[in-house]
C-alpha cells in the first residue's frame, strides 16, 4: 500500500532515505487525471515493496512540500534518491512510464 507523505513526515521518510528511490505522487481528491493514476501508484507500491518506497501527497492538505517543489499540475510524480529529485512525470501516464522511471533509479 503506498505510504501516505505529509509536510511534517516528507523530511523523514523521503529526503532521508538514501539510495532507496522514493516515488511521490502529488494529487488532490478533486483531480480526475490524478483519480485515473491513483490504483496504478498502489499497484506498484505493492510491487515494489522493498525495492522502492511508494507513497502519495495529498496537495490541498500539505502545501508548504508541493510549493517548494513547484509543483503547479497534478498529478505529478517525482522520483527521490539520495534526497534529490532524479526524474519527474507530469500528468496521467501509462503503469509502465512510471515502472521504468522507477527501474531507472533501481539500477
Known amino acids: 500500500m503506498a505510504l501516505e507523505f505529509s509536510d511534517s513526515n516528507f523530511e ?5 532515505s ?5 516515488l511521490v505522487d502529488f494529487w488532490a481528491e478533486w483531480c480526475g487525471p490524478c483519480k485515473m493514476i491513483g490504483p496504478v501508484v498502489e499497484e506498484l507500491a505493492v510491487e515494489y515493496d522493498g525495492k522502492a518506497i511508494i507513497g502519495k501527497m495529498n496537495i490541498d492538505l ?3 512540500t508541493p ?8 498529478p505529478t510524480l517525482l522520483v ?3 534526497g534529490e529529485v532524479v526524474d519527474k512525470i507530469v500528468g496521467a501516464v501509462p503503469k509502465v512510464t512510471i515502472e ?3 527501474k531507472n533509479q533501481l539500477a
Open 12 to 16: 523523514e521518510q523521503v529526503l532521508n
Open 18 to 22: 538514501g539510495d532507496t528511490p522514493v
Open 62 to 64: 500539505n502545501s508548504a
Open 67 to 74: 510549493m517548494k517543489y513547484g509543483i503547479r499540475s497534478i
Open 80 to 82: 527521490f534518491k539520495n
Open 100 to 102: 521504468d522511471k522507477i
